[in-house]
């Protein structure tokens, strides 16, 4: 196929036409290699894709020092296509790493990128599936495995914790007060207060009231912190519909519920102790998609100082 007749289908006409002779020129000068592994279609899909993301998402010149630098390459791959598998981004990630080769001076050729990561996304769980798992915690045989389930709901789905942070948790960091429940977190590797959801306050005002302030949150006369301990508890469970919680998935259930209901990523980013934006990222594609009543109503709110 020739570069020329290349079409994208995933483009407005408009966004294509913004980009087109640049990308045109680029792929030419990268398949006049002979050795390319690379047809002129696959290199114009990948490129592209690519290039319409530096240059509409990311706002970038259309500069092949710029565009085909090795940090850009690496950032698109690992946030622009989050529909895409990882074999399919590391082929395309090769892809425009060969034509960096070609396009780029030998000054800017630097070492090679790390390896792609399998980050799949932990699934948040739906209301059905969160109905569920109160069920799940419910129909357990003894009152303590009740406790200790209910327990771990209220902090995964009501605060969002993480499995070190479950199994470090103690009664005395539990706080109750006419504003509701809040934790302190503070053998955690980001100390921080988490306000708990309003819906899965009640486990956690339970154990304050009948458990002792030094005790560990979760389990009886428990002393190890080790992670597995928290799976090890889920998997002497039986499950409800063929679901037990994980822990990661209770995390983002918390998360994406935030994010959908607007808290700002300011405070939530601090409540969930995260240091960048990355995983909101990773979930952003699962939120609702606002309405235009939606966007003008939000961006209309006055400006706070900073």
């Excluded at 915690?137 to 406790?147: L, S």
């Excluded at 327990?151 to 509701?180: E, F, K, N, S």
């Excluded at 977190?185 to 030094?214: A, M, N």
Aim: positive net charge; hydrophobic residues 40%.
């Amino acid at each position: 196929m020739e570069v020329s007749a290349y079409e994208p289908v995933s483009l407005t006409e408009n966004d294509w036409e913004k980009v087109r002779a640049f990308v045109r020129v680029v792929v030419e000068k990268a398949k006049a290699d002979a050795n390319s592994p690379y047809s002129a279609k696959n290199l114009m899909g990948h490129v592209t894709a690519h290039v319409a993301w530096c240059h509409r998402i990311a706002g970038l010149p259309l500069e092949v020092s710029v565009v085909f630098d090795r940090d850009i390459i690496g950032e698109a791959c690992e946030r622009a296509f989050p529909s895409l598998t990882t074999g399919t981004l590391a082929t395309r990630r090769s892809a425009l790493l060969f034509v960096a080769q070609r396009v780029l001076p030998q000054s800017q050729r630097t070492a090679r990128l790390k390896p792609l990561r399998d980050e799949k996304v932990a699934m948040p769980y739906d209301e059905t599936e969160q109905l569920a798992l109160r069920s799940w915690a419910r129909g357990q045989t003894t009152a303590v495995r009740r406790r200790d389930c209910h327990t771990i709901l209220a902090l995964g789905l009501g605060a969002g914790l993480p499995a070190p942070d479950i199994l470090r948790l103690r009664v005395r960091d539990i706080h109750v007060d006419p504003q509701g429940v809040l934790l302190r977190v503070s053998d955690s590797k980001f100390p921080r207060e988490v306000p708990v959801l309003w819906r899965w306050e009640q486990p956690l005002v339970d154990l304050v009231e009948t458990r002792e302030p030094e005790d560990l949150a979760l389990g009886v006369a428990r002393t190890t912190t080790n992670p597995n301990y928290l799976n090890y508890t889920i998997s002497r469970t039986a499950p409800e519909a063929g679901l037990r919680p994980n822990s990661e998935r209770l995390r983002n259930t918390w998360l994406l519920h935030h994010l959908a209901s607007g808290t700002p990523l300011g405070p939530l980013s601090v409540a969930a102790g995260l240091e960048t934006f990355r995983t909101f990222e990773k979930l952003a594609h699962l939120l609702p998609e606002p309405t235009t009543t939606d966007v003008r109503r939000a961006m209309r709110r006055p400006l706070r100082a900073v």
